[in-house]
């Protein structure tokens, strides 16, 4: 087995929240009840740790579809890999 560790450098909080809410909507989560511009100036004012911590959330809660996209993407250019497992969080 190999472990490969990736770095997100940059994001666009705005399009998480628009790509995300609908998901939110769905779980009950009480952001998924606000109109998306409000939560959009709801997370522009957080600090920036509490972004990352909220975006890791995203990505571990949409984990699976988000490894076989991935899959499906490398093996798209010739990579014959399957990703298994992965989780994110927030290094300090």
């Known amino acids: 087995m ?8 940059q994001v666009d909080y705005g ?7 609908p998901v ?5 989560h009480p952001l998924g009840a606000m109109p998306v511009e409000m939560v959009k100036r709801w997370a ?5 740790e509490r972004k990352e911590q909220l975006v890791a959330e ?11 996209a991935a899959s499906a993407a490398l093996s798209g250019q010739g990579i014959p890999l ?3 497992d992965g989780r994110a969080g927030v290094v300090k």
Do not use: D, Q, W
């Open 15 to 21: 399009a998480l929240i628009e790509r995300f809410l």
């Open 44 to 48: 522009a004012a957080l600090p920036t």
């Open 24 to 28: 939110l909507r769905g779980s009950g």
């Open 58 to 68: 995203l990505l571990n809660a949409n984990r699976e579809a988000l490894l076989a």
């Open 2 to 9: 190999i472990r490969l560790e990736l770095t997100v450098e």
């Open 82 to 84: 399957r990703l298994g």
